[in-house]
């Protein structure tokens, strides 16, 4: 159980924080920019949510899963994750599954695309490009890590299945893609 009672513990003024196991590192560490953007995805999809109607409900579960998605990242051991104190969180193989099926079901409904789309249409698909966008730079930062640190694979296909998760959903949200705005080369030379 989390508590929250003091806002501020003046811990990280020298510039450096606390990780899940203890261990504490500069705030610039990629570790920390890693979770951090996951963070930036999961208020993105808080600003998706203000116009989520019949998506609602799956940005709901994508942002309770990228809380998951910081504690992962956020304790780097998992080596130690069977002597733990306390069971550690991770994202897991049915996390990414479900996003492929949600993909697979929406994908459905859509003609395949003729050309690149541009963010836009409406305002929830703007916004879950917003999602998509840091999502990707979001997993450029955990790739990056890993290929420094131990992360959980797991974590980064979660990352990359959901930055497709918001492409498709943001041409669903575009009324099934009818309402797409087609990207046109060189249409302002």
């Known amino acids: 159980m989390v508590v ?6 003046k811990t990280g003024d020298a510039g450096e924080t606390g990780l899940g196991n203890g261990d504490r590192v500069p705030k610039y560490a990629l570790r920390v920019a890693s979770y951090g953007t996951v963070d930036e995805v999961n208020a993105t999809v808080g600003m998706a949510r203000l116009h989520g109607g019949d998506m609602n409900e799956a940005l709901a579960r994508i942002s309770n899963d ?22 550690r969180l991770r994202i897991i193989t049915p996390q990414t599954d479900r996003l492929e099926r949600e993909i697979d079901a929406m994908n459905d409904r859509l003609t395949p695309l003729r050309s690149f789309i541009l963010p836009g249409g409406s305002a929830l698909s703007a916004h879950l490009h917003l999602c998509r966008t840091v999502c990707r730079r979001a997993e450029r930062l955990v790739v990056e890590l890993a290929a420094h640190e131990p992360v959980n694979p797991e974590a980064i296909r979660y990352l990359n299945r959901l930055s497709d998760w918001f ?12 309402r797409d705005v087609l990207w046109v080369p060189g249409l302002t030379r």
């Open 66 to 87: 990228l809380f998951d998605l910081g504690a992962d990242l956020c304790t780097p051991d998992m080596e130690n994750d069977a002597t733990a104190p306390y069971p």
């Open 4 to 9: 929250l009672s003091k806002i501020y513990t």
């Open 167 to 178: 492409f498709v959903a943001g041409r669903i949200a575009n009324e099934d893609g009818a």
